[in-house]
Nanobody
Framework: QVQLVESGGGLVQPGGSLRLSCATS????????MKWYRQIPGKERELVAS????????DYIASLEGRLTISRDSAKNTVTLQMDSLKPEDTAVYYC??????????????WGQGTQVTVSS
């Protein structure tokens, strides 16, 4: 079965850092583009970061001002999100997402259950 399991969330003070991890199984990790989304209370879910299958290209939401680093480890089938200089506005549930394309570029999408990040004094 396909599994995406996030970990690393929790309570952190403003200006602090967290490292989120997403452990995957049940699909071809090396064929998947991996993404992190977040859902801030009262707002729609938004894309935070993406990394291509080989890790050669990354993309981040502009509003985070370079405070994020997404990476992947093919040996462990995991993707991580390093978050620094966190602000209270970053409080959200963060979700791991995988997109696998077939030969016709049709996507199969998988979601994790999410991990809570709370930035507060």
């Amino acid at each position: 079965q396909v599994q995406l399991v996030e970990s690393g969330g929790g309570l952190v003070q403003p200006g602090g850092s967290l490292r989120l991890s997403c452990a995957t199984s049940g699909f071809s990790f090396n064929m998947a583009e991996m993404k992190w989304y977040r859902q801030i209370p009262g707002k729609e879910r938004e894309l935070v970061a993406s990394i291509t299958e080989r890790g050669s290209w990354t993309d981040y939401i502009a509003s985070l001002e370079g405070r994020l680093t997404i990476s992947r480890d093919s040996a462990k089938n995991t993707v991580t999100l390093q978050m620094d200089s966190l602000k209270p506005e970053d409080t959200a549930v963060y979700y791991c997402h995988a997109v696998v394309l077939d030969e016709s570029m049709r996507p199969t999408r998988y979601w994790g259950q999410g991990t809570q990040v709370t930035v507060s004094s």
